[in-house]
């Protein structure tokens, strides 16, 4: 059975940092890309990062430069760094699995998500 657990999230003052933490059960990490999705009050759930096993990133526009995504392979655990957080970062965060970086993304499998909460 494919689990994807996410940890880390919280309540943060804007500019500050939080570490994000995804854990996964099964073969679905390692067959996969990984990533985050993060969905706001109100929006449409939204693309984050992803990485490859081999270590190739993708960032949406919002959060290039701010968030680093990376894979711990031997521990199944990919994770996101956020950096210089604003209320705009504001969202539950979900982890995916599946071919996140193909011209049409497939995401095969979920997390329940982690509410990240930045006040101003």
């Known amino acids: 059975q494919v689990q994807l657990v996410e940890s880390g999230g919280g309540l943060v003052q804007a500019g500050g940092s939080l570490r994000l933490s995804c854990a996964a059960s099964g073969s679905i990490f390692s067959d996969n890309a990984m990533g985050w999705y993060r969905q706001a009050p109100g929006k449409q759930r939204e693309f984050v990062a992803a990485i490859v096993r081999g270590g190739t990133r993708n960032y949406a526009d919002s959060v290039k430069g701010r968030f680093t995504i990376s894979r711990d392979n031997t521990k199944n655990t990919v994770y996101l760094q956020m950096n210089s957080l604003n209320p705009e970062d504001t969202a539950v965060y979900y982890c995916?699995?599946?071919?996140?970086?193909?011209?049409?993304?497939?995401?095969?499998?979920w997390g329940r998500g982690t509410l990240v909460t930045v006040s101003s």
């Open positions: 995916a699995a599946g071919a996140l970086m193909a011209s049409i993304p497939r995401v095969d499998a």
